[in-house]
């Protein structure tokens, strides 16, 4: 099992930056790549960035230049730093862990942190 936490949500006005962090406990030796979504009620969730263990990111187009993914592998910490935040990127952000098994993705999730982007 991987235990995740997250931190760093809150209020911004737009414009302003906050920076996510991820706290990952438990098996995380077991987990292939770690991850940013977010989910606004009544919406699906939705991916924005991932970073495999040796660094590689991956980006939702509509994000890329606007937030960045790194990690630090000795606290077993995720980050996603996000810069000149929009009202349209208030929502609620999740931590992903992912595993891949035989049968396809084993997805761990945080509790998830609210973002909130004043206009």
């Known amino acids: 099992q991987v235990q995740l936490v997250e931190s760093g949500g809150g209020l911004v006005q737009a414009g302003g930056s906050l920076r996510l962090s991820c706290a990952a406990s438990?098996?995380?030796?077991?987990?292939?790549?770690m991850g940013w979504y977010r989910q606004v009620r009544g919406k699906r969730r939705e991916f924005l960035a991932s970073?495999?263990?040796?660094?590689?990111?991956n980006y939702l187009d509509s994000v890329k230049g606007r937030f960045t993914i790194s990690s630090d592998n000795a606290k077993n910490t995720v980050y996603l730093q996000m810069n000149d935040l929009k009202p349209e990127d208030t929502a609620v952000y999740y931590c992903?862990?992912?595993?891949?098994?035989?049968?396809?993705?084993?997805?761990?999730w945080g509790q998830g942190t609210q973002v909130t982007v004043s206009s």
């Open positions: 438990g098996n995380v030796d077991s987990i292939n790549t």
């Open positions: 970073i495999t263990p040796v660094g590689i990111p």
């Open positions: 992903n862990g992912r595993r891949w098994i035989a049968t396809g993705p084993l997805d761990y």
